[in-house]
């Protein structure tokens, strides 16, 4: 009989070290080499720094703040402040020392635990004007003391000497399943961020609702490779709180830069990603194709029609039959095996796909392969998963039916309104921003437009504060025309403009590997990003992509113009939230005179 009710993950959490006991839980990288940590190894660590906040004084619901990248650590921590009844308020790691200050400070957190040195030197910068913000406790060892801060090491080594322990279990018995979680503050595209409010129901219910989705499909013995950065829900709960959950193995991979060997080592047979990852792989093959012998080309494109013709077969769970399944099969074992051994996705039974939406184009590269891709939908306010795609009916383009328990229906302007038990229990601190999304009866207002077809499955088609409303009055989604135009092998980033102008203009970052590739087939010689973006034939070759790609467009959300720029945006360039959605108002600043030359005055 389990130990302790399920209204908590730390609940959930030792009802499962009681099962697997000595069985790896984690899996992370030390000097070079992988090394196991057992759930048993795990909880005794938890334990040891919840005994170590309770010999501080912690109080059940008082808040403490975790800003560090992805390492088991983390997972220590947020178990440890969950469950003595505490509240975890994650920051990003790559936040800035004035972001943590402003969410230290409105989440009024007391204590704060931060990865490596530079995230304490981060924090002591802040700390100033912190006056509530006691002890920070940091992950990696300090080669002298520093006031006011304690290694984890040596929190666990006294919370392990601390006499009443029994205060442990007994602080998690109680937990009622309505108490907040944790704060998560949202990235924000515009102004400060907002902390929303995830109960324990909220996650329990949300992991309960995603093995409902198909409960056969996540049984058995599964590997993770954890990435994303657990800041943000979708990799708390999907790949953390839903692993551990169900009983499974999680890696952490090094660092982003690192993901592929990463992948290459641990071969995961699951994952949680969003978007940018999946373009990145098809993009890079793509690229590396472009540039092989015509045998190995003519091959390649082979291959890629019998996965075209693969799609209704893995999308509707159907077996392969007759001279097609030949095919296939040869297929597979010359082209497909050899390119998911190279991405480290040979053995990857499922990969889940959220945080903005994915093309189509590379949905379909990774089923065409045999790999389910599986995308889903929902906010920080929604835990985050509110809908996904079923293993054995994926539609390429949608974020498939509403999870469990949850009721989605369309609002005024196409909204998506959601209501179900993972929906937020509010603001913190912000009731005015609160009653704002959510309608008179009780729907959560996503700020997303979508459709439902007749199978129940969402497709999403743009955000409402992202509608680009032209000089003439059209309302245009952006996003629909940006994702239509990353089909393109060329073009690896684009932010369409258009609010308040007389037509629409993109700014477009081409995938230089590729672009690279086909200049030098066609005798273009270039020595630099700029020049090759300059060039004549470059400047056709974009005009023809985005005809292609947005052919089936009506004439008002056809692109007049378009500026091709020579450096990737990302996140340390200010143009990319962490999770790799772009903001548009830092773009519009950012490229304001690129993006007046192309509305000459007339």
């Not at 994926?394 to 038990?421: C, F, Q």
């Not at 509010?426 to 007749?454: L, Q, S």
């Not at 052919?551 to 990319?576: C, N, P």
Request: charged content about 25%; overall charge neutral.
């Amino acid at each position: 009989m389990a130990k302790f009710k399920e209204t908590s993950m730390g609940a959930i959490f030792q009802n499962r070290v009681e099962e697997y006991g000595d069985q790896t839980l984690v899996m992370y990288k030390n000097e070079g080499a992988w090394e196991n940590l057992s759930w048993n190894q795990i909880n005794e660590k938890v334990r040891n720094v919840g005994y170590y906040l309770l010999s501080k004084g912690v109080k059940p619901g008082e808040k403490i703040a975790l800003f560090s990248p992805n390492r088991y650590e983390w997972w220590v921590a947020d178990l440890a402040i969950l469950s003595i009844g505490a509240v975890n308020v994650p920051i990003y790691a790559t936040n800035s020392a004035e972001e943590c200050r402003y969410i230290i400070e409105n989440s009024d957190s007391i204590m704060c635990f931060a990865g490596t040195k530079e995230h304490m030197d981060k924090i002591l910068t802040a700390k100033a004007k912190l006056p509530n913000l006691g002890e920070v406790i940091i992950f990696d060892e300090l080669s002298s003391p520093v006031d006011g801060v304690i290694t984890l090491n040596e929190a666990m080594k006294q919370g392990s000497a601390y006499p009443g322990k029994d205060e442990f279990d007994e602080r998690l018995r109680p937990i009622n399943i309505d108490d907040v979680a944790t704060i998560i503050y949202t990235s924000g595209t515009t102004g400060n961020p907002k902390g929303v409010m995830l109960t324990h129901n909220n996650f329990v219910s949300n992991v309960n609702q995603l093995n409902a989705v198909d409960p056969e499909f996540l049984s058995g013995d599964h590997t993770f490779l954890s990435f994303l950065p657990l800041a943000h829900s979708l990799e708390r709960t999907v790949g953390y709180y839903a692993p551990i959950f169900l009983g499974h193995k999680v890696a952490f991979a090094e660092d982003v830069s690192k993901l592929v060997q990463n992948l290459q080592e641990i071969r995961p047979t699951f994952m949680v990603s969003v978007p940018r990852i999946y373009e990145k792989a098809h993009a890079g093959i793509v690229a590396k194709v472009s540039t092989a012998p015509p045998v190995k080309k003519a091959l390649f494109n082979w291959a890629m029609g019998l996965a075209r013709q693969n799609l209704p077969y893995i999308c509707n769970d159907k077996p392969r039959t007759g001279l097609f399944a030949f095919k296939y099969n040869l297929a597979d074992k010359i082209i497909f095996s050899k390119l998911k051994v190279a991405l480290g996705m040979d053995r990857l039974a499922g990969a889940m796909s959220g945080g903005g939406p994915l093309s189509v184009s590379d949905a379909e590269f990774f089923l065409g392969m045999g790999i389910k891709v599986l995308e889903g939908f929902g906010l920080t306010e929604t835990t985050p998963v509110t809908n996904g795609n079923k293993p054995k009916k994926i539609k390429a383009g949608t974020v498939g039916p509403a999870l469990k328990d949850t009721i989605i229906k369309i609002g005024e302007g196409g909204e998506v309104l959601i209501k179900g038990p993972q929906v937020m229990k509010g603001y913190y601190k912000n009731d005015e921003a609160t009653k704002e999304v959510m309608t008179d009866d009780g729907f959560f207002r996503t700020g997303d437009i979508g459709e439902i077809d007749e199978d129940g499955y969402l497709k999403i088609t743009g955000r409402i504060k992202d509608i680009i409303v032209t000089s003439g009055g059209k309302n245009i989604s952006p996003q629909n025309i940006e994702n239509s135009l990353v089909g393109s092998k060329y073009i690896e980033q684009v932010a369409i403009i258009g609010d308040n102008k007389k037509y629409l203009s993109a700014l477009i970052v081409p995938a230089f590997e590729s672009l690279q590739s086909w200049a030098k087939e066609n005798n273009i010689s270039f020595n630099s990003r700029k020049e090759l973006i300059s060039n004549d034939k470059v400047i056709k070759l974009f005009e023809q992509e985005i005809e292609l790609f947005t052919k089936d467009y009506a004439r008002v959300e056809q692109i007049r113009k378009f500026t091709l720029l020579e450096t990737e945006w990302s996140q340390d360039t200010g143009e990319l939230t962490p999770t790799m959605k772009l903001k548009r108002r830092i773009v519009n600043q950012k490229y304001a005179s690129v993006i007046d030359s192309m509305y000459p005055p007339e």
